[in-house]
């Protein structure tokens, strides 16, 4: 990692909000986080990335523009 690193510039994606939701799948053994989105026909969980931190989960919002997060179990 060098000094002058450049800023992360956020690329907006997007998703089908009537086809799935954005949920972050915790665990409730280890506390691991998952975020991803749930189908709403099946409820088949598609995995985005690994939430470690608030910075990546406000990355991961960001990225999508989402507002509101929904946990599941």
């Given at each position: ?6 800023k ?65 179990y």
């Amino acid at each position: 990692m060098g000094i002058f690193q450049k800023k992360k510039k956020t690329v907006r994606k997007e998703y089908d909000a009537s086809v799935c939701k954005p949920v972050l799948r915790c665990s409730i053994c280890t506390g691991e986080q998952v975020a991803g989105f749930q189908n709403l026909q099946t409820g088949q969980f598609e995995e985005a990335g690994l939430i470690r931190n608030e910075e990546e989960l406000r990355e991961f919002l960001d990225t999508y523009g989402i507002q509101e997060i929904e946990k599941i179990y």
